[in-house]
């Protein structure tokens, strides 16, 4: 799976509820805080059955690159400069992160390269986990998270000053 196709699955899983997603595209022009906390609640219900569908379309090797990818992405955006935006806690951070790549790739590098752009408290633990439970019902094993990059917060060393 490429970069590509992992921001691709996220996209058309908003686009699979088009109310939803023109409120989205409203809140990427606008960064409107309170739209924003509209979408995180749909992030965390309606989107997250639209994309948990959509990975249980994939076969074993293509979900598995698609979690490394996540990992990854989660791995990039964990920066100090990023978490005094955000939320206080290790596991509110980490959250953080999964409403950031939740929202598609439009609002994570947006958040990516101007950190003052993201919102205090928007979290998607549910979506964040998804794709690990997705891969333990479908190939009835643990993934075993973290296997290329650590989602952890604080596990990029490089985005952490002290």
């Known amino acids: 799976m490429s970069e590509q196709n992992f921001w691709k699955l996220i996209e058309t899983s908003w686009a699979d509820s088009p109310e939803l997603d023109k409120k989205r595209m409203k809140a990427l022009e606008t960064n409107d805080e309170n739209l924003l906390y509209e979408l995180d609640e749909a992030l965390c219900n309606y989107i997250l059955e639209n994309y948990k569908n959509r990975l249980r379309l994939l076969d074993k090797e293509r979900l598995t690159q698609f ?89 990029n060393v490089m985005g952490w000053t002290s």
């Open 67 to 155: 979690i490394h990818i996540l990992e990854e992405k989660l791995y990039t955006i964990d920066r100090q400069e990023i978490h005094a935006y955000t939320d206080g806690s290790d596991d509110g951070f980490l959250y953080c992160r999964f409403f950031i790549v939740g929202m598609g790739e439009l609002y994570y590098n947006r958040i990516n390269d101007t950190p003052s752009k993201a919102t205090f408290d928007l979290e998607a633990e549910t979506f964040g986990f998804s794709a690990y439970g997705i891969f333990r019902e479908r190939f009835g094993a643990d993934f075993g998270s973290c296997s290329v990059h650590s989602i952890e917060t604080c596990s």
